[in-house]
């Protein structure tokens, strides 16, 4: 049975935050509201030492597509509407989805009211009827007459402007109010032979996507040598996403 | 109701109910019954273009799906970005399609000048724009002062020719003003009195075994960004990476070594390096040479006679080590810039260790600070003491990239025009306290920062008239208080933007531009990994507003205007020196003009005429498609055997080249090389003027009243100055090592805040002599006690709803520049922006 999963390379990863864009613009998220980060993608960052024996370090996370995922445990209804694909993708049913938030309450790697500083997997859209994004519905010009608005901008483009269509038969580009959403590791382009957008953005290279359960494969390769880790292995979730080697050189 | 829909949920649970019965199940497939319809992305293309987020400027490509902008990556051919980008690209869509953008032209209503003070902007008709515009350069013109019209420069393309030069000197100004300065001259300057090029490096990241960087993160900005972040893991493992910063970058977290030496003392830290290097007799032989008898008599303290020493390539060394460097030693360093001296000792064991394949990356942080040009001449000397200058690993010039240049125009000048551009500029280039040498000249370059200075005093002239493009310059430069009164008072301003900004406060009319990467026309020429590259900005889709191309839609408005008003000549020295290179059709129109200009200046590519090496393109419609030229890769050692470009031919460690230089700038002012330092504000007299050495570095504010120094750096997510109207910028700003999101943050070391009584998050005010500012605190151990950090950027007080918290009048966090003092670094002419000139007090409020 294939098992995607990614392993991030934290020695040849700087931190620099062109993965988790590239998704907001491969996979429309909405900006930071209401509680809700909807960053597929994100950052968490570790300080240690005291100067000048300062360590920094920078990981990425996403969703981790557990072999043995709450989420799904959580969803309430039938047939799920986060579920397991055949190839170990935790997958979200837009349609199904009740917007009654289990999933995101159960992930230990998600919250529920999300503070800066912050990350979490799984994001809620918003009450029934609210805007994708209210930074696009915002009607005031800051110079009257002279200058645009949101909403006369996505009234001329879309909504988002920069919204990348795709079709997939579970999940929309722009998600409906009053759902949960989250990385689907970009199955509409997995499908089509293409990477994870984050995969095919990443400037060092530093992501590798792939079928764990393929011992040859460069995933299960990668996580064999460098022993790589998970995490919150603690809760049983079998995450993978796995991460290897360190951030440092010292 | 989604508390309420939970609730029912467990209510459902307990009765039994099926929570499938709510809305949506019912139409869908099983959830296992396996994937059919996955369309996958829906039709688009990608489009050739170039990203200007920062000085990288990647080939970059854009896909487009029912004519909108919708995802961005490198450019496939490119052999330094490969493809893909930094974050910068990507957050570049919320530019194109910033809510704010300006929709029309639009005019100042209300006279009064001021900051705060609402213009009360009017739209316009672009035909008024431009007659009000002609008619204010026919009043200079009519009244024998077209000098006082000023072009202000920011963000260009090499199209820039066309409004920059050839505009400004056919109307009759000299004062085509750039931004240059701003951005790194004081580099240049220790590259070009060392090895004679007034140019940034390229690097051989892939080749080297030590790396070196000093004073920049290159995995964050500076000049190869994408092809720098791919490249330093690798580095890490292969190679030893040494960070010199006071602040810990995403570079020196990374590297084996991190040097956090005091702010501006980077010449007593490179100083000691060399030291060590040559008293342990660890230099590079087949470089610099050695001893004629081959013993190695540079001893601490001891002065060595220079015919002891055979060079080779290099000049000057025993006059370097007799005047600077004898005494330097690594715990007098040590002692000057608050470092280990046993790892600066380290440092220099390893890069001999792996000479000559040593890149040593110096950025503008190690000398855009107002004694800061010998900082750049003592760390860039350390690549040619271990060979790797000019060389495999090292630190590389760049290949030729043959672009057509500028046509010939001086027949359109007429005798108002070639009088009036001798005229001095408004920046006192040239004047004794400013040698600015650019080129090894006096005045030979641009001090931005200095217009301000003769537009205040009037001195040469006043300034009537000043058009801005791409630019900000009340905002970025340091010194805004000396800006905004400049801007206050000139009469008649026009700025070219993409959106408002707090330049286009001070403007009488703001015209619409298009953005670069997505709308824009034009090219620009750029090196990185080895190779030149020329790259084309394409309009890549049709803008949501009516958009103009600054440098070539622009002039030819303006010259159709002027043209009517009875002055022909910039309107017919368009039409006659931009013709189609393919049909030798003259241009009748905007549109034409900027498709002319375009395959002229790049033509030598594409039309087959003349092999220049590199890619093969075959036609302009190839070119367009592609978007981009890669030249053949670097030659290393190009310029060793003498082909050097200084006055001796040779890496100077004693600048004959500097010597001459600021001999003819003293000779000009009838005064001596002594006076000249003086009044440049530099402390070295006499033969020291003309070596790598260390000047205490200056600061600005009593420590007793300011006790803290303060550090600018720049943000991964700066696309230049002009991201910060993007939501994503906040969302992400915690990608910069040390900061937060959604704030603006001041970083302080633990031991000071606690001094301070400041705890994470606390609203502070920052003071210095040149204003203050409010920000967030963050105590952070990546920073050196002594010092605070915070990234330019954030605090416009009219740039946009989200980069400002009430447009026009109040800011969203604070600008540096308001608290860097107004200062230059005057050998060069740079703004003095890095390097802990600023003294600064935090106070909690």
Known sequence: ?250 | MKIKRRDFLKLSAATGLAAAAFKGSTLNALADAYRPGIGGEKPGYWVASTCQGCTTWCPAEVFVQDGRAVKVRGNRHSKQNEGVLCPRGHLSLQQVYDPDRIKTPMKRTNPVKGRGVDPKFVPISWDEAYNTIADKMMELRKNNESEKYALMRGRYTYMRDILYEVTTKVFGSPNSISHSSMCAEAEKFGVFYTEGKWEYRDYDLDNAKYILIWGCDPVASNRMVPAAIKRLGNAIERATVAAVDPRLTTSAAKAQEWVPLNPGTDAAVAGAIAHVMLTEGIWHKEFVGDFKDGKNLFKAGVTVDEAAFAEKESHGLVKWWNLALKDMTPKKAAEIAAVDADQLVRIARGMAKAAPNVCVWMGPGCCMQPRGAYNSMAVHALSALTGGVDNVGGSLQGSKNPTNKVPKYDKHMDEVAKKKTKLKKIDQRGYLNLPALGGGKSGGGVSTNNCATGMLAKDPYDIKMVVGYMNNFVFSNNGTDKWEKAMEAVPFTVHLTTVASEFSMYSDIVLPCRTNLFERIGFVKTKANRHATCTLLQSTIEPVFTVINEETDYPWHIGQKLKERGFPNLADCLTDIFKDPETGKAPTSAAELTEYALKYYTSPFWDGKKDVGGDKIKGWDEMKRRGMWNSDAYKYKSQWGGKFSTVTKKFEFYSETLKKALTGHAEKHKVDVDKVMEAAGYTARGELAFVPHYEPPKQNGDPKQFPLIFIDYKSRLNREGRSQNCPWYYEFKHVDPGDVGEQDTVRLNPIDGKALGLKDGDKVKISSIGGSIECVARLWEGVKPGTVSKSFGQGHWAVGRTASKVFGKEARGGNNNTIIPWDLERLSGSNARNGGHAMVKIEKV
């Open chain 1, 1 to 250: 049975m294939t098992q995607y999963a990614m392993v991030i390379d934290l020695k040849k990863c700087v931190g620099c935050g062109a993965c988790a864009l590239a998704c907001k613009t491969e996979n429309n998220t909405a900006l930071r509201h209401a509680g809700q980060a909807h960053n597929f993608a994100d950052f968490q960052h570790e300080t240690s030492g005291k100067f000048p024996k300062t360590k920094y370090m920078t990981r990425p996370v996403l969703c981790n597509h557990c072999s043995n995922a709450p989420c799904v445990k959580a969803c309430p209804v039938t047939p799920k509407a986060m579920f397991k694909t055949k190839d170990g993708i935790t997958m979200h049913n837009d349609e199904r989805c009740i917007g009654c938030r289990a999933c995101q309450e159960a992930c230990p790697y998600s919250k529920m009211d999300v503070k800066i500083g912050e990350t979490s997997v799984i994001s809620y859209t918003g009450d029934e009827g609210a805007p994708h994004d209210p930074f696009f519905t915002n009607k005031t010009e800051v110079i009257p007459g002279c200058t645009s608005s949101g909403a006369e901008l996505a009234g001329k483009t879309d909504m988002p402007p920069h919204r990348t269509k795709y079709d997939h038969p579970d999940y929309k580009d722009v998600r409906r109010s009053n759902i949960t959403e989250k990385c689907i590791f970009c199955e509409h382009r997995v499908k089509k032979g293409q990477e994870p957008y984050c995969v095919a953005s990443c400037p060092a290279r530093a992501r590798i996507f792939g079928d764990i359960s393929d011992p040859n494969s460069e995933v299960a390769q990668l996580v064999k040598k460098y022993k790589g880790t998970v995490l919150k292995p603690e809760k049983g979730t079998k995450p993978n996403v796995f991460y290897i080697r360190s951030y440092n050189a010292r």
